[in-house]
C-alpha cells in the first residue's frame, strides 16, 4: 500500500503543478483539502476516505465521451470502452449484492431514488384502463391514453420513514421533488424506545394503501428487518423499494445478512457509492428483472448523459468492496460503532434508541443542555467534525435539533480500532460538558450561541491529532 501511495504522491505532485499553470487557487484547493481531511477527527456518518486507486481512476478522459443510453442501445456511436466500463461496474454491482440487476449510471443518490420511482411509475402503463395490447413504452401511446398515464402518475401515494425518526427528504418530503411527485405519509418510531414499529407501520399502510413502501434512513442507528418490511407491503399490495445509501457497506461487506440483507426482499434497492461503501461520489440502482428495463431508461428520462469516468471509478470500488478485506473493514466499522456507543454510555450520556447496531450513533446533547447546533459548533472548534441531527420529536426542530449524528466509516478507514473509539467518546464528553449556552435576550438559555471553556479546545486537538499521526491518512503521500 505505502509503495502505491508514493506513486500516487508523485502522480499527484505533477498532476496539481499542471493545475497550478491554470488556476493555482484550485490547486490550493485541492492541497488544502487534503490537510484539513488528515487533520480532523471526521464522524460524519455520511462521509469516507476513498481509496488512491479509486480516487486516481475519476480524472481521465472517459469524462470527454457522450454515451447517453446503456451498453449495447447508446445514442452515441464510438461507445466500446464506455461500454466495457459500464459493463464491468453493473457486473461488480450485481456479484457483490447478489441483484438481478444493476444500474450504474446515476450521479448521486437522490438521482439514484428519481430514477427508482420514475421506474415505478413507469410500471403503471401496464395496469388496466390505460395499457392495450401491444403498448411497450410511452412513445406507444395515443393522446388520450398518455393523457390518462400522466393523471395516473401524479396521483400515486408514498410511505416513508419520517424526518426526525431518521428518514431522507428524497423519500416523498416538500423540499425534495418526491414531495411534489407524490401524496406522502410518513411512518416514525415507537415513542419509548425510539424503534421501528412494525405493527404501527402495517395498520398505516393498510390505511392508506400507497402505491410504494420506502425502507431506509440516513439517521437511525439500528438494523431494518426487510423480510417484515416485504410482508407489510405485500399485504396491502405496494412496491417496496429500500434506499441503502448510508449502511451499503455493510451489505456489501456481509455484516446484513438474511432478513437484514434488503436485496432479496426489495423490488427495488437505490444506495449512493461515497458513503459506507467507499467507492467515488455517485449513486446506484439494483433490482429485479421486472424493473430491469425501465430502470435502464434513467437516461434521458431523470438522468443527464453518463459520468463514464465516475462509473470507472465505481468499477475499481466495487472490486474492492468483494475482497475479503471488505468484509474485514464492515465488521469493524459495526464493532466500532459499539465501542463509541459503550463510550458514550459508561460516561452518562444519552442515546437514541439507547444504543446502536449498524454504522452510526444518535447523541442527545440535551443531558449536556445544549442543542445540537451548539454542540456542533463546540466539537468543529475541538477539531471534532460532526453534523447536528433532529431527535425522534425534537423539541428544537429541524434548524437547531438536539441530536449530533456520528459514523464510524470514516474514522474506520483509517485504521481506527474499538480503544480508539472509545477515546473519541471521552473527548467528546469533555467538550460537551465544558460547554455551556450563552444566555438570550430572554433570560434563557440561547439555541445557537455557546461558551466553551479555556483550554478544552486545545487540549482536545491535541489529543485528536495524537489518534491521527498513529493512524495516518494515505500515508507516504507527501505533497508539499
Ligand atoms: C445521502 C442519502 C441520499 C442522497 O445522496 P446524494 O448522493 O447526496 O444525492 C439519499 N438517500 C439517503 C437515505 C441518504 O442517506
Known amino acids: 500500500m505505502s509503495e502505491t501511495n508514493q506513486a500516487a504522491a508523485e502522480a499527484y505532485r505533477s498532476a496539481l503543478a499542471i ?34 486507486p479509486v480516487l486516481l481512476t475519476m480524472g481521465n478522459w ?68 390505460v395499457a392495450e395490447a401491444g403498448v411497450k413504452t410511452v412513445n406507444d401511446l395515443t393522446e388520450e391514453q398518455w393523457e390518462t398515464l400522466r393523471a395516473k402518475m401524479g396521483n400515486q401515494r408514498l410511505l416513508g420513514m419520517s424526518l426526525d425518526a431518521g428518514g431522507h427528504l428524497t423519500h416523498g418530503f416538500r423540499p425534495n421533488i418526491s414531495g411534489k411527485m407524490f401524496h406522502q405519509r410518513a411512518y416514525g418510531t415507537d415513542p419509548e424506545t425510539g424503534l421501528l414499529d412494525y405493527a404501527a407501520l402495517q395498520a398505516q399502510a393498510q390505511e392508506f394503501k400507497p402505491l410504494i413502501i420506502v425502507a431506509g434512513y440516513s439517521a437511525y442507528p439500528r438494523r431494518v428487518n426487510f423480510a417484515k418490511m416485504r410482508e407489510i407491503a405485500d399485504s ?17 461487506g456481509k455484516v446484513f445478512t438474511g432478513e437484514e440483507d434488503p436485496i432479496p426482499y426489495a423490488d427495488i434497492v437505490t444506495t449512493t457509492t461515497h458513503k459506507s461503501l467507499r467507492g467515488p461520489r455517485g449513486g446506484m440502482v439494483l433490482s429485479t428483472k421486472k424493473y430491469a428495463d425501465a430502470v435502464d431508461r434513467g437516461c434521458p428520462m431523470v438522468l443527464g448523459g453518463p459520468l463514464s469516468h465516475m462509473m470507472a471509478a465505481k468499477a475499481v470500488a466495487l472490486a474492492e468492496a468483494r475482497q475479503d478485506s471488505f468484509r474485514t473493514y464492515a465488521q469493524n466499522i459495526a464493532d466500532n460503532a459499539q465501542a463509541l456507543a459503550e463510550g458514550f454510555l459508561k460516561r452518562g450520556a444519552t442515546l437514541v434508541t439507547g444504543g446502536t447496531d449498524n454504522h452510526l450513533v444518535l447523541l442527545d446533547v440535551s443531558s449536556f443542555g445544549l442543542t445540537g447546533r451548539q454542540a456542533e459548533s463546540a466539537l468543529l472548534d475541538s477539531g471534532v467534525v460532526t453534523n447536528r441531527n433532529s431527535i425522534p420529536r425534537d423539541p428544537n426542530g429541524a ?3 438536539s441530536g449530533i449524528r456520528l459514523g464510524t466509516p470514516a474514522l474506520t478507514s483509517r485504521g481506527f480500532g474499538a480503544d480508539e473509539f472509545d477515546k473519541v467518546a471521552e473527548l467528546m464528553c469533555d467538550v460537551l460538558a465544558n460547554t455551556t449556552p450563552e444566555i438570550a435576550s430572554t433570560g434563557k438559555p440561547g439555541k445557537a450561541k455557546y461558551k466553551l471553556a479555556d483550554g478544552v479546545a486545545e487540549r482536545t486537538k491535541a489529543a485528536a491529532a495524537e489518534l491521527l499521526t498513529a493512524h495516518p491518512l494515505y500515508p507516504g503521500l507527501e505533497l508539499a
Open 399 to 401: 434548524w437547531y435539533t
Open 19 to 52: 493545475i497550478e499553470g491554470v488556476e493555482p487557487r484550485i490547486a490550493g484547493a485541492i492541497t488544502a483539502e487534503l490537510h484539513d481531511q488528515r487533520e480532523s477527527l471526521k464522524l460524519i456518518a455520511s462521509e469516507n476516505y476513498a481509496s488512491l
Open 62 to 129: 472517459l469524462s470527454d465521451k457522450y454515451a447517453e443510453g446503456v451498453v449495447g442501445r447508446r445514442f452515441y456511436a464510438g461507445c466500446q470502452n464506455v461500454d466495457t466500463v459500464e459493463s464491468v461496474a453493473a457486473e461488480h454491482a450485481r456479484a457483490l449484492f447478489g441483484a438481478e440487476h444493476a444500474y450504474v449510471q446515476p450521479h448521486s443518490g437522490i438521482d439514484a431514488n428519481l430514477v427508482a420511482y420514475w421506474a415505478i411509475l413507469s410500471e403503471l402503463i401496464e395496469t388496466p384502463g
Open 236 to 252: 396491502v399490495g405496494a412496491v417496496l423499494m429500500v434506499d441503502m445509501a448510508h449502511f451499503a457497506g455493510l451489505v456489501a
